[in-house]
Protein backbone atom coordinates (compact mmCIF):
# COMPACT_ATOMS: atom_id res chain seq x y z
CA UNK A 1 0.00 0.00 0.00
CA UNK A 2 2.77 2.28 1.00
CA UNK A 3 4.53 1.73 -2.51
CA UNK A 4 1.61 2.88 -4.33
CA UNK A 5 0.40 5.43 -2.52
CA UNK A 6 3.82 7.12 -2.53
CA UNK A 7 3.47 6.62 -6.72
CA UNK A 8 0.54 8.03 -6.82
CA UNK A 9 1.62 11.37 -4.52
CA UNK A 10 4.37 11.75 -6.95
CA UNK A 11 1.85 12.48 -9.87
CA UNK A 12 0.01 14.48 -7.71
CA UNK A 13 -3.02 12.71 -6.63
CA UNK A 14 -3.82 12.74 -3.32
CA UNK A 15 -3.66 9.48 -1.47
CA UNK A 16 -3.56 7.94 1.39
CA UNK A 17 -3.71 4.12 3.39
CA UNK A 18 -4.86 2.83 6.55
CA UNK A 19 -3.32 -0.23 7.23
CA UNK A 20 -2.07 -2.12 11.12
CA UNK A 21 1.58 -0.69 10.28
CA UNK A 22 0.27 2.60 11.71
CA UNK A 23 -0.12 4.12 15.43
CA UNK A 24 -3.21 5.31 16.82
CA UNK A 25 -1.77 8.79 16.44
CA UNK A 26 -1.29 8.82 12.68
CA UNK A 27 -4.79 6.90 11.90
CA UNK A 28 -6.64 9.65 13.88
CA UNK A 29 -4.64 12.34 11.68
CA UNK A 30 -5.61 10.21 8.40
CA UNK A 31 -9.22 9.75 9.55
CA UNK A 32 -9.39 13.18 10.38
CA UNK A 33 -8.20 14.45 6.68
CA UNK A 34 -10.01 11.54 5.44
CA UNK A 35 -13.61 13.59 6.62
CA UNK A 36 -12.14 17.21 5.32
CA UNK A 37 -12.25 15.03 1.70
CA UNK A 38 -8.39 15.98 1.84
CA UNK A 39 -7.84 11.96 -0.33
CA UNK A 40 -9.06 10.91 -3.89
CA UNK A 41 -8.03 7.64 -2.96
CA UNK A 42 -8.19 5.19 0.60
CA UNK A 43 -6.25 2.26 0.28
CA UNK A 44 -7.63 -0.47 3.24
CA UNK A 45 -7.68 -3.80 3.04
CA UNK A 46 -11.28 -5.44 3.45
CA UNK A 47 -10.03 -7.10 6.92
CA UNK A 48 -10.09 -2.86 8.56
CA UNK A 49 -13.75 -3.17 8.18
CA UNK A 50 -13.85 -5.93 10.92
CA UNK A 51 -11.33 -5.13 13.21
CA UNK A 52 -12.22 -4.64 16.90
CA UNK A 53 -12.15 -0.95 17.30
CA UNK A 54 -15.74 -0.21 17.18
CA UNK A 55 -14.64 3.09 16.72
CA UNK A 56 -12.78 2.81 14.02
CA UNK A 57 -15.25 0.78 12.21
CA UNK A 58 -17.68 3.62 12.43
CA UNK A 59 -15.48 6.05 10.89
CA UNK A 60 -14.83 3.63 7.93
CA UNK A 61 -18.22 2.74 7.80
CA UNK A 62 -19.61 6.16 7.64
CA UNK A 63 -17.63 7.27 4.58
CA UNK A 64 -19.61 7.62 1.37
CA UNK A 65 -17.72 6.88 -1.18
CA UNK A 66 -17.87 7.74 -5.01
CA UNK A 67 -16.71 4.54 -5.79
CA UNK A 68 -15.78 0.85 -4.37
CA UNK A 69 -12.45 -0.48 -5.95
CA UNK A 70 -11.65 -4.16 -5.18
CA UNK A 71 -7.83 -5.38 -6.32
CA UNK A 72 -7.23 -8.80 -6.85
CA UNK A 73 -10.76 -9.43 -6.89
CA UNK A 74 -9.49 -12.92 -7.25
CA UNK A 75 -9.53 -13.29 -3.36
CA UNK A 76 -13.23 -13.17 -3.55
CA UNK A 77 -13.51 -16.42 -4.50
CA UNK A 78 -14.31 -19.23 -1.74
CA UNK A 79 -12.62 -21.50 -3.87
CA UNK A 80 -9.49 -19.84 -4.97
CA UNK A 81 -6.13 -20.51 -3.53
CA UNK A 82 -5.95 -16.79 -2.60
CA UNK A 83 -9.25 -16.85 -0.80
CA UNK A 84 -9.30 -14.27 1.99
CA UNK A 85 -12.90 -14.77 4.30
CA UNK A 86 -13.20 -10.86 4.67
CA UNK A 87 -13.00 -10.44 1.07
CA UNK A 88 -16.22 -12.94 1.29
CA UNK A 89 -17.89 -10.15 3.28
CA UNK A 90 -17.21 -6.70 0.59
CA UNK A 91 -21.15 -7.14 -0.29
CA UNK A 92 -22.07 -6.48 3.40
CA UNK A 93 -19.30 -3.68 3.62
CA UNK A 94 -20.65 -1.96 0.28
CA UNK A 95 -24.03 -1.71 1.55
CA UNK A 96 -22.54 -0.16 5.34
CA UNK A 97 -20.52 2.23 2.54
CA UNK A 98 -23.56 3.39 0.75
CA UNK A 99 -23.70 0.87 -2.01
CA UNK A 100 -21.52 2.85 -4.02
CA UNK A 101 -20.77 1.60 -8.27
CA UNK A 102 -17.91 -1.46 -8.08
CA UNK A 103 -14.68 -1.75 -9.75
CA UNK A 104 -12.76 -5.17 -9.43
CA UNK A 105 -9.73 -5.97 -10.73
CA UNK A 106 -7.94 -9.22 -11.22
CA UNK A 107 -5.31 -10.37 -13.49
CA UNK A 108 -6.24 -14.31 -12.96
CA UNK A 109 -10.69 -14.89 -13.35
CA UNK A 110 -11.61 -17.40 -15.82
CA UNK A 111 -15.09 -17.50 -16.84
CA UNK A 112 -16.56 -19.40 -13.88
CA UNK A 113 -14.49 -17.98 -11.44
CA UNK A 114 -15.58 -14.14 -12.69
CA UNK A 115 -19.66 -15.10 -11.68
CA UNK A 116 -18.17 -16.62 -8.64
CA UNK A 117 -16.92 -13.10 -8.21
CA UNK A 118 -20.04 -11.29 -9.26
CA UNK A 119 -22.00 -13.29 -7.17
CA UNK A 120 -20.13 -12.99 -4.13
CA UNK A 121 -20.40 -9.29 -4.63
CA UNK A 122 -23.92 -9.17 -4.90
CA UNK A 123 -23.89 -7.85 -8.96
CA UNK A 124 -24.41 -11.15 -10.74
CA UNK A 125 -25.63 -8.28 -13.68
CA UNK A 126 -22.28 -6.60 -13.70
CA UNK A 127 -20.51 -5.77 -16.89
CA UNK A 128 -17.78 -7.87 -17.34
CA UNK A 129 -14.14 -6.35 -19.78
CA UNK A 130 -11.44 -9.46 -20.35
CA UNK A 131 -8.70 -7.46 -21.65
CA UNK A 132 -4.88 -7.89 -21.89
CA UNK A 133 -4.67 -11.55 -21.34
CA UNK A 134 -2.98 -12.78 -24.19
CA UNK A 135 0.77 -11.79 -23.59
CA UNK A 136 1.95 -11.35 -27.90
CA UNK A 137 5.21 -10.70 -26.12
CA UNK A 138 5.78 -13.53 -24.24
CA UNK A 139 6.99 -16.65 -25.91
CA UNK A 140 5.18 -19.95 -24.14
CA UNK A 141 8.01 -23.01 -24.15
CA UNK A 142 6.72 -26.50 -22.07
CA UNK A 143 8.89 -28.73 -21.49
CA UNK A 144 8.85 -32.25 -20.69
CA UNK A 145 11.90 -33.84 -18.31
CA UNK A 146 11.60 -35.90 -15.36
CA UNK A 147 11.85 -34.07 -11.95
CA UNK A 148 15.49 -35.46 -11.36
CA UNK A 149 16.82 -33.45 -14.46
CA UNK A 150 15.13 -30.27 -13.54
CA UNK A 151 18.04 -28.81 -11.62
CA UNK A 152 19.54 -29.54 -14.29
CA UNK A 153 18.02 -27.76 -17.03
CA UNK A 154 17.10 -24.55 -14.62
CA UNK A 155 20.65 -24.08 -14.26
CA UNK A 156 21.43 -24.03 -18.24
CA UNK A 157 18.55 -21.79 -18.20
CA UNK A 158 20.19 -19.31 -15.56
CA UNK A 159 23.57 -19.54 -17.86
CA UNK A 160 21.53 -18.07 -20.80
CA UNK A 161 22.67 -14.40 -21.10
CA UNK A 162 19.30 -12.21 -21.06
CA UNK A 163 19.18 -8.94 -22.73
CA UNK A 164 19.84 -5.51 -20.92
CA UNK A 165 19.68 -6.19 -17.16
CA UNK A 166 16.89 -8.47 -17.47
CA UNK A 167 15.92 -11.09 -14.26
CA UNK A 168 14.86 -14.56 -14.09
CA UNK A 169 12.05 -16.14 -11.75
CA UNK A 170 11.73 -19.41 -10.93
CA UNK A 171 8.76 -21.03 -9.08
CA UNK A 172 9.16 -24.23 -7.31
CA UNK A 173 5.95 -25.65 -5.83
CA UNK A 174 7.30 -26.40 -2.29
CA UNK A 175 10.03 -25.25 0.13
CA UNK A 176 11.83 -28.46 -0.55
CA UNK A 177 12.28 -28.41 -3.57
CA UNK A 178 13.39 -25.10 -3.71
CA UNK A 179 16.31 -25.83 -0.88
CA UNK A 180 17.26 -28.59 -2.99
CA UNK A 181 17.87 -26.31 -6.30
CA UNK A 182 19.25 -23.83 -4.81
CA UNK A 183 21.81 -26.09 -3.40
CA UNK A 184 22.13 -27.55 -6.94
CA UNK A 185 22.73 -24.32 -8.36
CA UNK A 186 25.30 -23.16 -5.70
CA UNK A 187 27.46 -26.26 -6.50
CA UNK A 188 27.01 -25.17 -10.39
CA UNK A 189 28.59 -21.83 -9.06
CA UNK A 190 25.21 -20.07 -9.37
CA UNK A 191 24.13 -18.87 -5.79
CA UNK A 192 20.23 -17.81 -6.43
CA UNK A 193 18.51 -16.43 -3.64
CA UNK A 194 15.18 -18.42 -2.37
CA UNK A 195 11.99 -16.45 -1.08
CA UNK A 196 9.24 -18.48 0.65
CA UNK A 197 7.09 -17.76 3.52
CA UNK A 198 8.87 -19.04 6.59
CA UNK A 199 12.32 -16.81 4.90
CA UNK A 200 13.55 -15.24 8.70
CA UNK A 201 11.31 -12.05 9.52
CA UNK A 202 9.02 -10.08 7.38
CA UNK A 203 12.06 -7.35 7.07
CA UNK A 204 14.12 -9.82 5.73
CA UNK A 205 11.89 -11.13 3.08
CA UNK A 206 11.13 -7.37 2.70
CA UNK A 207 14.75 -6.70 2.08
CA UNK A 208 15.05 -9.33 -0.65
CA UNK A 209 12.43 -7.97 -2.25
CA UNK A 210 14.07 -4.70 -2.68
CA UNK A 211 16.99 -6.18 -3.74
CA UNK A 212 15.05 -7.91 -6.94
CA UNK A 213 13.52 -5.02 -7.28
CA UNK A 214 16.35 -2.67 -7.59
CA UNK A 215 15.78 -0.56 -5.19
CA UNK A 216 18.16 -1.75 -2.26
CA UNK A 217 22.02 -3.24 -2.85
CA UNK A 218 23.61 -5.64 -3.86
CA UNK A 219 20.84 -5.85 -6.48
CA UNK A 220 19.54 -9.57 -7.34
CA UNK A 221 19.14 -10.39 -10.80
CA UNK A 222 17.71 -14.05 -10.36
CA UNK A 223 15.22 -15.66 -7.44
CA UNK A 224 13.64 -18.86 -6.80
CA UNK A 225 10.41 -18.52 -5.20
CA UNK A 226 7.40 -19.78 -4.02
CA UNK A 227 3.95 -18.41 -4.79
CA UNK A 228 4.48 -16.60 -2.17
CA UNK A 229 6.70 -13.97 -3.42
CA UNK A 230 5.08 -10.37 -3.91
CA UNK A 231 1.76 -10.75 -5.36
CA UNK A 232 1.37 -7.55 -7.19
CA UNK A 233 5.15 -7.17 -7.72
CA UNK A 234 5.48 -4.91 -10.84
CA UNK A 235 8.89 -5.51 -11.87
CA UNK A 236 9.18 -4.61 -15.81
CA UNK A 237 12.38 -6.20 -16.78
CA UNK A 238 12.22 -9.97 -16.17
CA UNK A 239 12.97 -11.38 -19.18
CA UNK A 240 12.19 -15.41 -18.37
CA UNK A 241 9.90 -17.00 -16.22
CA UNK A 242 10.90 -20.69 -14.87
CA UNK A 243 7.99 -22.79 -13.56
CA UNK A 244 9.22 -26.14 -11.83
CA UNK A 245 6.03 -27.64 -12.78
CA UNK A 246 2.92 -26.25 -13.29
CA UNK A 247 0.73 -24.74 -10.14
CA UNK A 248 -2.40 -26.08 -9.12
CA UNK A 249 -4.53 -23.68 -11.74
CA UNK A 250 -4.69 -22.09 -14.58
CA UNK A 251 -5.30 -18.83 -12.79
CA UNK A 252 -1.92 -19.28 -10.70
CA UNK A 253 -0.37 -19.87 -13.75
CA UNK A 254 -1.58 -17.22 -15.65
CA UNK A 255 -0.40 -14.65 -12.60
CA UNK A 256 2.72 -16.15 -12.31
CA UNK A 257 4.32 -16.72 -15.55
CA UNK A 258 2.72 -12.78 -16.30
CA UNK A 259 4.99 -11.38 -14.28
CA UNK A 260 7.42 -11.27 -17.23
CA UNK A 261 7.37 -9.40 -19.67
CA UNK A 262 5.61 -5.97 -18.20
CA UNK A 263 7.83 -3.60 -20.44
CA UNK A 264 6.37 -4.94 -23.29
CA UNK A 265 9.95 -6.83 -24.12
CA UNK A 266 10.62 -10.26 -25.86
CA UNK A 267 10.27 -12.85 -22.69
CA UNK A 268 9.37 -16.40 -22.70
CA UNK A 269 7.65 -18.03 -19.91
CA UNK A 270 9.30 -21.87 -19.78
CA UNK A 271 6.97 -24.65 -18.14
CA UNK A 272 8.88 -27.73 -17.21
CA UNK A 273 6.59 -31.13 -16.47
CA UNK A 274 6.91 -34.82 -16.16
CA UNK A 275 6.31 -37.39 -19.07
CA UNK A 276 3.39 -38.83 -17.28
CA UNK A 277 0.53 -36.73 -15.63
CA UNK A 278 0.96 -38.51 -12.42
CA UNK A 279 4.37 -37.29 -11.43
CA UNK A 280 2.85 -33.19 -11.19
CA UNK A 281 -0.49 -34.11 -10.21
CA UNK A 282 0.22 -36.77 -7.19
CA UNK A 283 2.11 -33.58 -5.70
CA UNK A 284 -0.40 -30.84 -5.89
CA UNK A 285 -3.37 -33.12 -4.61
CA UNK A 286 -1.33 -33.89 -1.79
CA UNK A 287 -0.66 -29.97 -1.10
CA UNK A 288 -4.24 -29.41 -1.72
CA UNK A 289 -5.49 -32.33 0.88
CA UNK A 290 -3.19 -30.42 3.52
CA UNK A 291 -4.55 -27.19 2.36
CA UNK A 292 -7.96 -28.07 3.10
CA UNK A 293 -7.49 -30.43 6.38
CA UNK A 294 -5.72 -27.54 7.82
CA UNK A 295 -8.77 -25.31 6.98
CA UNK A 296 -11.82 -24.78 9.47
CA UNK A 297 -14.03 -25.75 6.78
CA UNK A 298 -17.19 -28.35 7.67
CA UNK A 299 -16.49 -31.88 6.55
CA UNK A 300 -19.11 -31.59 3.61
CA UNK A 301 -17.48 -27.95 2.47
CA UNK A 302 -14.06 -29.92 2.80
CA UNK A 303 -15.38 -32.72 0.80
CA UNK A 304 -16.77 -30.07 -1.94
CA UNK A 305 -13.80 -27.82 -1.67
CA UNK A 306 -10.94 -31.09 -2.27
CA UNK A 307 -13.30 -31.97 -5.24
CA UNK A 308 -12.91 -28.52 -6.82
CA UNK A 309 -9.07 -28.46 -6.19
CA UNK A 310 -8.59 -31.91 -8.12
CA UNK A 311 -10.85 -30.39 -10.75
CA UNK A 312 -8.69 -26.93 -10.76
CA UNK A 313 -5.82 -28.98 -11.13
CA UNK A 314 -6.96 -32.18 -13.48
CA UNK A 315 -8.23 -28.92 -15.89
CA UNK A 316 -4.48 -27.20 -15.70
CA UNK A 317 -2.35 -30.67 -16.38
CA UNK A 318 -4.51 -31.03 -18.98
CA UNK A 319 -4.41 -27.86 -21.52
CA UNK A 320 -0.77 -28.15 -20.61
CA UNK A 321 -0.22 -31.64 -21.75
CA UNK A 322 -2.98 -31.51 -25.20
CA UNK A 323 -3.14 -28.09 -26.26
CA UNK A 324 -1.63 -27.99 -29.72
CA UNK A 325 -1.49 -23.83 -29.29
CA UNK A 326 -0.83 -23.46 -25.58
CA UNK A 327 -1.67 -19.66 -25.94
CA UNK A 328 -5.02 -20.21 -27.91
CA UNK A 329 -6.02 -22.62 -24.88
CA UNK A 330 -4.97 -19.85 -22.56
CA UNK A 331 -6.59 -17.13 -23.75
CA UNK A 332 -9.63 -19.26 -24.33
CA UNK A 333 -9.91 -20.16 -20.77
CA UNK A 334 -10.18 -16.64 -19.89
CA UNK A 335 -12.20 -14.97 -22.61
CA UNK A 336 -14.55 -17.62 -23.62
CA UNK A 337 -15.18 -18.94 -26.95
CA UNK A 338 -14.35 -15.74 -29.81
CA UNK A 339 -17.25 -14.08 -30.34
CA UNK A 340 -17.39 -11.18 -33.35
CA UNK A 341 -19.66 -8.41 -32.46
CA UNK A 342 -19.53 -4.64 -32.18
CA UNK A 343 -17.70 -2.98 -29.14
CA UNK A 344 -19.37 -0.30 -27.74
CA UNK A 345 -18.13 3.14 -26.96
CA UNK A 346 -17.55 2.26 -23.17
CA UNK A 347 -15.89 -1.03 -24.51
CA UNK A 348 -13.37 1.16 -26.26
CA UNK A 349 -12.39 3.37 -23.87
CA UNK A 350 -12.04 0.54 -21.16
CA UNK A 351 -9.57 -0.62 -23.78
CA UNK A 352 -7.92 2.85 -24.10
CA UNK A 353 -7.77 3.12 -20.53
CA UNK A 354 -6.72 0.04 -18.90
CA UNK A 355 -5.33 -1.83 -21.88
CA UNK A 356 -2.98 0.39 -23.46
CA UNK A 357 0.62 -0.95 -22.81
CA UNK A 358 -0.58 -4.15 -25.06
CA UNK A 359 0.09 -1.58 -27.98
CA UNK A 360 3.72 -1.79 -27.18
CA UNK A 361 4.12 -5.01 -26.60
CA UNK A 362 6.68 -6.85 -29.23
CA UNK A 363 5.06 -10.01 -30.87
CA UNK A 364 7.44 -12.84 -30.42
CA UNK A 365 7.46 -16.53 -31.51
CA UNK A 366 3.63 -18.01 -30.11
CA UNK A 367 4.22 -21.70 -27.89
CA UNK A 368 6.21 -24.37 -28.82
CA UNK A 369 2.86 -26.05 -30.06
CA UNK A 370 2.87 -23.54 -33.32
CA UNK A 371 7.28 -23.88 -33.41
CA UNK A 372 7.38 -27.70 -32.99
CA UNK A 373 9.69 -28.34 -36.17
CA UNK A 374 11.92 -25.43 -34.86
CA UNK A 375 12.52 -26.06 -32.13
CA UNK A 376 13.01 -30.08 -32.78
CA UNK A 377 15.54 -28.84 -35.22
CA UNK A 378 17.73 -26.16 -33.43
CA UNK A 379 17.32 -27.13 -30.00
CA UNK A 380 14.89 -25.23 -27.07
CA UNK A 381 17.83 -23.32 -25.30
CA UNK A 382 18.31 -22.16 -29.26
CA UNK A 383 14.60 -21.28 -29.34
CA UNK A 384 14.77 -19.42 -26.36
CA UNK A 385 18.00 -17.34 -27.10
CA UNK A 386 16.17 -16.26 -30.62
CA UNK A 387 13.19 -15.18 -28.98
CA UNK A 388 15.04 -13.19 -25.94
CA UNK A 389 16.98 -11.21 -29.00
CA UNK A 390 14.21 -10.70 -31.73
Known amino acids: MGEQVSSLLRRKIPASFINSDLDSGEKRLRYQLLSQGSFKLLYAAPERFFVRSGAEQQVLRAMRPSFLVIDEAHCVDQWGRDFRPEYGRLKEVREALGSPPILAFTATAGTEMQQRILHSLGIPDARVFVRGVD ?45 ALQAHLAREGLETPFYHSQLGNSWEREQLLKRFVGDSRPVVDRIICTSAFGMGLDVPNVR ?151
Not at 159 to 165: I, K, N, Q, V
Not at 292 to 303: M, Y
Open 135 to 179: RPNIALLRWQAPAKERSAIIAALCRLALPGSGKLMIFVPTRKIGE
Open 240 to 390: MVVHWQHPGSIEDYLQEFGRAGRDGAPSVAVLLQGGEVKEDIGLLRYMAQRAINGSKLSDEAAIVALRHKHEQIAVMASMARKSACFRKALVGYFEGPEKVTRRSISTRIMEWVFADARRNQSRVACCDGCHQVEIVKKGRLNFIRKVLAS
